[in-house]
């Protein structure tokens, strides 16, 4: 993993961000009663870091956040090699001897953040759950925006108005990757009711814009969590309600196959008989017959 022929960089990337707060900062910071809690003391962002390599012999006093969005590295510490891969990320305690780096062949790009306070020992404990693997982070495209936020905020003159923004966008991204089950359970309730709500307007079609407004996400997140939760996109999935809602109607009704298409919202009833046999294996009057 660490062959000594190649070149170890601690930072120089094409395209990287990096900001390292100066000593006369971080004293105001750490001073400060209101945001001394929590603080960043260094953030970067580093793309396709070939040939990354970090060695902290004695550790720093700080926490240390890596956040893989591409590629794939490790981190050694405790006499344990941890392998970061796209969407993961690890927390490295304050005052401990590690070292990291990219893969030779797939270099990682990583967001790095180096932070302290009061608050930190409790977000460290929160994200790390378990100790000897990286932790799993499903992509977010606001996590993204929050980083370069802060990054934003942190790269020109320091004023307070701007360390304190800083200061609760750090707050605000540490709380969604410590809480993210949680946050992320409370997603799945939009999606349980979203299929409620499928089930209760059957004789409706709606656009994926429009299920994914009614539960107040954009059409990627609704689209990406519907997938986890059924295993089927949002539009497959209400397809899939107006026919087995139709099965009901042939069970137990006398209702033609175009009646059954107005109450199940499907207006024509070739498309309908296609869906209903690719779903069901059979035709809907082979259904008819089989089972009512």
């Not at 109450?263 to 070739?270: C, F, Q």
């Amino acid at each position: 993993m660490n062959n000594i022929t190649t070149p170890k960089i601690k930072e120089g990337f094409i395209g990287q961000s990096i900001i390292v707060l100066t000593n006369h900062v971080k004293n105001k910071v750490a001073k400060h009663p209101f945001y001394n809690n929590l603080f960043a003391n260094a953030i970067g962002y580093f793309p396709s870091a070939k040939h990354h390599n970090r060695v902290r012999k004695n550790g720093v006093d700080e926490y240390i956040f890596i956040y893989c969005i591409e590629g794939k590295g490790w981190i050694k510490i405790n006499n344990q090699t941890i392998i970061l891969t796209a969407n993961t990320g690890y927390m490295i305690p304050k005052n401990t001897k590690h070292q990291y780096g990219s893969d030779e062949t797939n270099a990682w790009s990583i967001y790095w953040i180096h932070f302290t306070g009061s608050y930190a020992p409790t977000f460290y404990h929160r994200f790390t759950e378990n100790k000897e693997v990286a932790t799993n982070i499903p992509f977010d495209e606001n996590r993204i925006k929050t980083l370069h936020k802060i990054i934003q905020l942190l790269e020109h003159d320091l004023e307070d108005e701007k360390i304190e923004l800083a200061h609760f966008k750090l707050i605000s991204f540490l709380t969604n990757l410590c809480y993210k089950n949680t946050l992320d359970y409370n997603v799945q309730d939009r999606i349980a009711l979203s299929i409620i709500y499928m089930k209760n307007h059957i004789k409706q079609n709606f656009s994926i814009v429009e299920l994914a407004n009614q539960t107040s996400l954009s059409v990627s997140r609704y689209t990406e969590l519907f997938k986890l939760k059924t295993g089927s996109t949002p539009i497959q999935y209400f397809i899939r309600l107006k026919i087995e809602k139709s099965c009901e109607y042939l069970n137990f009704t006398n209702y033609s196959i175009k009646e059954i298409c107005q109450e199940v919202g499907i207006s024509d009833p070739y498309y309908f008989s296609r869906v209903f046999k690719k779903q069901m294996g059979m035709s809907p009057m082979q259904y008819k017959k089989t089972y009512c």
